[in-house]
């Protein structure tokens, strides 16, 4: 039978390999995390840079699902180091760190929406486009969006309120999650029934629009190409709406993993998931609109590359110097 010294040290082993393991997934999740929240940012600032992109009503909405999303993959990523460092805060704390994720995480699909009803008017009703969808429209638009999103958090933050007993002062003895701080079945209940009518009404949007569209790219008064290409789009709506979607699915699943797998596997499948369901949906956004976009794609190219060049005519100017 082993000593204690031996015991010990097969158990500090085992600890070291493990807290090795964490170091390596948060570096894993931070880079990639770190690049696209550059993009992100510079996609962002790409779309405040010319009135033409504050003046279209696709870019607006574009602009609104980009400012939702990196909102989610920073706070995804905060959430993700805390739950690694396994930090306890009190419940007012993890509260409040949760009412921007839960804010931000319902207007991606919604947005999706409307900017599949922004492609659907664009295509089937090209000479009214501009009558219908104009900037002050897109704005209460997105407004609907955002009063959603806080009207489903408010619902959340007083039934926390008025139906779990806990002090909102008290230590958590447990990570700060969102299945942990809406423990209540209630909650769980209302969750997926928000989040099934929102897969209906959304999805319901987005297929009618694409049908709609590809209805239109079959007559002969409609750009076959445009239309095509608005197709294309629709249908990548509907994929980033699924992805979108999946992320919610994330607690559901650790939970029903929670106490049968061992640490170190749950420890993986919670990496895994957050990577996969949760960073990568936020990351396409970019690359889908920004490089496919002819008018975004040159402006972002060159916004992307002007810290490189910056670089390069520095390094040029010193050695010319020297």
């Keep these: 039978m082993p000593n204690d010294f031996q015991l010990q040290q097969n ?27 550059y993009i992100n940012c510079v996609m962002l600032y790409t779309l405040r840079s010319k009135p033409v992109f504050r003046e279209t009503s696709r870019y607006l909405l574009l602009y609104n699902l980009l400012l939702a999303e990196t909102l989610q993959m920073a706070l995804a990523q905060m959430m993700f180091l805390i739950a690694v460092g396994m930090v306890l805060m009190t ?23 409307l900017m599949s009803l922004d492609t659907y008017v664009a295509v089937c009703f090209p000479l009214r486009h501009a009558s219908i969808v104009t900037v002050p429209t897109t704005y209460g638009a997105i407004a609907v969006v955002w009063a ?7 619902v959340k933050v007083i039934m926390l309120k008025f139906l779990d007993a806990r002090p909102f002062g008290q230590f958590m003895s447990m990570l700060c999650t969102e299945t942990n701080i809406f423990q209540l079945k209630i909650f769980s209940e209302f969750e997926s029934g928000f989040v099934c009518a929102q897969f209906v009404s959304v999805g319901l949007i987005i297929i009618i629009s694409y049908v709609g569209v590809m209805v239109a790219a079959k007559t002969a008064s409609i750009d076959k190409v445009s239309a095509n290409k608005a197709s294309k789009t629709v249908l990548l709506h509907m994929i980033q709406m699924g992805l979108s979607l999946s992320s919610t699915l994330v607690n ?29 949906p ?6 889908i609109y920004g490089l496919r976009d002819k008018m975004i794609r040159p402006i972002l190219i060159r916004h992307l590359r002007l810290g490189i060049h910056f670089k390069i005519y520095n390094f040029h100017t010193h050695d010319v110097n020297r």
Excluded at 22 to 28: D, P
Excluded at 252 to 280: A, E, M, P, W, Y
């Design 282 to 287: 936020r990351c396409l956004s970019c690359l």
């Design 11 to 37: 158990s500090s082993t085992s600890n070291g390999s493990t807290e090795n393991k964490a170091g390596v997934n948060v570096v894993v999740s931070f880079i990639p995390c770190v690049i696209f929240l």
């Design 148 to 154: 959603i999103s806080l009207a489903n958090m408010l």
């Design 252 to 280: 559901t699943i650790l939970t029903g993993l929670h106490g049968k797998v061992d640490v170190i596997t749950f420890r993986h499948l919670r990496f895994s998931l957050f990577v996969c369901l949760i960073n990568l």
């Design 91 to 113: 419940r007012l704390v993890c509260l409040l760190v949760f009412i921007p994720t839960i804010i931000t995480t319902v207007i991606s699909p919604f947005n999706l929406a």
